[in-house]
């Protein structure tokens, strides 16, 4: 069996940590990790039983206290500086993503990067209906999904979509916003039971989300949402 995996570039593989970063929250232990593969003797850091932060400190200077956004944004700061090589790369992608991770030159291009091997030719999904009943992610609708909703006319699933503008005055899409409201809803309006309990289906499976399709994208993600489509059956 082929195992399935995707080539970051240097760039894209440090944006998907800092993703991973943000988007599961401060994770001490691996931090740490990080932290003395990177940085070895440079940066002294130490865990406080029973809290999510650490006590950090850089060459001579006292150690302070970092918890929850604070710590991942210092995180994704020292790592965009530390200007890692391929093969420290793929060390860290390798702690980050619990997945296999090589460097690798693109067979087309020829640019630098990372192999990440996200092993979802073993998943399988169990219609538990967690990720759709416990929603985690409303920035992830693209352009692209909205102009297929359009063409398909579904004004339904177009009414629970907002938008905002950035600074820069690009329009970016939310999604799951309950009609007349600024509220996240937190179970998929089209979530529906299925022929048992424990099942749930999907009831517009063939014009969802790229983000809803695509999910989950590694072992790891799985992992951390809950999804159980890696369990051994």
């Not at 099942?199 to 159980?228: E, F, Q």
Request: with cysteine.
């Amino acid at each position: 069996m082929t195992r399935e995996g995707i080539f970051l570039t240097s760039q894209e593989a440090l944006r998907a940590v800092r993703l991973d970063f943000r988007g599961y929250g401060a994770q001490p232990m691996l931090f740490c990790e990080i932290l003395r593969m990177v940085f070895g003797p440079d940066r002294l850091y130490q865990r406080e039983p029973g809290k999510e932060g650490l006590w950090i400190a850089e060459g001579l200077q006292r150690m302070r206290w970092l918890e929850g956004s604070e710590l991942i944004e210092y995180m994704c700061t020292i790592l965009n500086e530390a200007e890692l090589p391929p093969d420290r790369l793929a060390a860290l992608c390798r702690l980050v993503f619990q997945a296999p991770c090589r460097p690798e030159d693109h067979s087309e291009t020829g640019r630098a990067g990372i192999r990440v091997q996200t092993d979802m030719e073993a998943f399988a999904c169990r219609q538990c209906g967690q990720c759709c009943r416990s929603l985690a992610y409303h920035d992830g609708i693209t352009a692209q999904d909205v102009a297929k909703l359009k063409e398909c006319g579904r004004l339904d699933i177009l009414e629970w979509v907002g938008q905002t503008q950035t600074a820069e005055g690009q329009t970016v899409y939310r999604i799951w916003i309950t009609p007349g409201s600024n509220q996240f809803a937190v179970l998929c309006p089209f979530l529906k039971s299925g022929p048992s309990p424990e099942r749930w289906l999907c009831s517009i499976h063939d014009v969802k989300p790229t983000i809803c399709r695509n999910y989950p994208v590694s072992r790891k993600h799985a992992l951390m949402t809950g999804c159980p489509g890696f369990d051994t059956i």
